[in-house]
T-cell receptor
């Protein structure tokens, strides 16, 4: 498996609280992605990064922000969590945009 | 926007039976990838198809890319319990380079 870790692995929080999920890679890959996985929807891209401080929106970016201050770290922030953001969040990396993506172990987030 | 649908959503087979999942895109794809996710795990890359009509095999798994590059299929011959999981296709269209994942097909294999 590629060197990708996500933290925390599980989190329960309340509506309206801020939440930050961390993705850390040791592969020095340029591209990093955040997806959410929900039953019946597959994996949907939230945000992605193509370099340090270079990020862009995916198809379901509303309510989420990201930051990448170092090659190895990509943070996903929910400024004010809502119950609709209850999901499993996966980070992925790739060396080039067209390459295979390698996924982290996932974070299960529950917003009550 | 681009949509990638997979059918069936779920299939339950007896060990030894064959299984096929189909992936259909609303737009022409430049390539398509397939991933497998074991229960409780993360998606793992299986293969990429690039050429129109391309067929690739990995042991009991056969992957096909349609002639029009808008559909793909994964066929498993003689399923085993180790095949259990969710299979996702993911495609890139020629204009939008981000991968768009299909909705997935969950496979359950009974011994």
């Amino acid at each position: 498996d590629a060197g990708i870790t996500q933290s925390p692995r599980h989190k329960v929080t309340e509506t309206g609280t801020p939440v930050t999920l961390r993705c850390h890679q040791t592969e020095n890959h340029r591209y990093m992605y955040w997806y959410r996985q929900d039953p019946g929807h597959g994996l949907r891209l939230i945000h992605y990064s193509y370099g340090v401080k270079d990020t862009d929106k995916g198809e379901v970016s509303d309510g989420y922000s990201v930051s990448r201050s170092k090659t190895e770290d990509f943070l996903l922030t929910l400024e004010s969590a809502t119950s609709s953001q209850t999901s499993v969040y996966f980070c992925a990396i790739s060396e080039r945009e067209s390459d295979t993506q390698y996924f982290g172990p996932g974070t299960r987030l529950t917003v009550l | 926007g681009q949509q990638v649908m997979q059918i069936p959503q779920y299939q339950h087979v007896q060990e030894g039976e064959d299984f096929t999942t189909y992936c259909n895109s609303s737009t022409t794809l430049s390539n398509i990838q397939w991933y497998k996710q074991r229960p409780g795990g993360h998606p793992v890359f299986l293969i990429q198809l690039v050429k129109s009509g391309e067929v690739k095999k990995q042991k009991r798994l056969t992957f096909q890319f349609g002639e029009a590059k808008k559909n793909s299929s994964l066929h498993i011959t003689a399923t085993q319990t180790t095949d259990v999981g969710t299979y996702f296709c993911a495609g890139r269209n020629t204009g939008f380079q981000k991968l768009v994942f299909g909705t997935g097909t969950r496979l359950l294999v009974s011994p």
